[in-house]
């Protein structure tokens, strides 16, 4: 089985979580796009979606699926259904490989439960071996930079086509490799109070609340305390 096989036989388990008549928070990246196109064959059932990321939208438009601006919704949002660079044991995960980390956490605070869907080469016992993302304000990534430096890992600003990577939000993004987090939500309050950070891609105090991980024996559901 190939990691898409498995990347589709989540998005497929996926459209179990979705409930009828309501707007739900969509992910960015390959295993969201998956989930994208089987959501357009119930997409008569939901009254839309709201995106994660511009390619999302694109995405979810090109299907003829609704998609609203999080200003115009006034209920919470019942599921946000998105993909992770890695997951914990406890439901903790990175995010921002695409990097749509910042709208991505926004749209899932806004919802009622986070249905993480991945293969299972995403789950790890120690988060870290995925650089961690964090979108900087662009005057203040080299100042960012070197404060992550001093947390133990190596930060590098992302490139794209040899020049700095642009987030949809107009920020930059730094890379950490070389982290074992161990308290990834200590970690999240800390980098997230650096001033210049946007985001940090650590979804720890708002982690998943369900993850449906493909294997080779089928989709494993794990559910988490929140
Ligand atoms: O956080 C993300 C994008 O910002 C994605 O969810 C994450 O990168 C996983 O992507 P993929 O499904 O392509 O492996």
């Not at 605070?109 to 869907?117: E, K, L, N, T």
């Amino acid at each position: 089985m190939s990691q898409d096989d498995l990347k589709l036989s989540v998005a497929r388990a996926a459209v179990n979580y979705v409930p009828e008549g309501k707007i739900i928070g969509v992910g960015t990246g390959s295993t969201a796009n998956f989930f994208i196109d089987e959501l357009a064959r119930i997409k008569d059932r939901i009254a839309g979606t709201v995106a994660s990321s511009k390619a999302t939208a694109e995405r979810l438009v090109s299907h003829g699926i609704r998609v609203f601006d999080l200003n115009d919704i006034h209920d919470s949002i019942p599921v946000y259904i998105d993909g992770a660079d890695e997951i914990s044991g406890t439901g903790a995960m990175i995010k921002g490989g695409g990097g749509a980390l910042t709208r991505e956490k926004i749209i899932a605070s806004a919802s009622d439960r986070f249905i993480c869907i991945a293969d299972e080469s995403k789950l790890v016992t120690t988060l870290g071996k995925f650089p961690l993302p964090v979108e900087v304000i662009p005057m203040a990534h080299e100042l960012i930079a070197r404060k992550l430096d001093a947390l133990g890992g190596q930060a590098r600003l992302r490139l794209k086509d040899g020049k700095p990577f642009i987030t949809d939000n107009g920020n930059v993004i730094l890379d950490i490799s070389g982290l074992q987090i161990a308290r990834p939500e200590e970690l999240e309050r800390i980098i997230n109070n650096m001033a210049g950070v946007v985001t940090v891609g650590l979804f720890a105090q708002r982690g998943a609340n369900v993850c449906l991980l493909g294997s080779p024996d089928g989709v494993k559901v794990l559910e988490f305390d929140k």
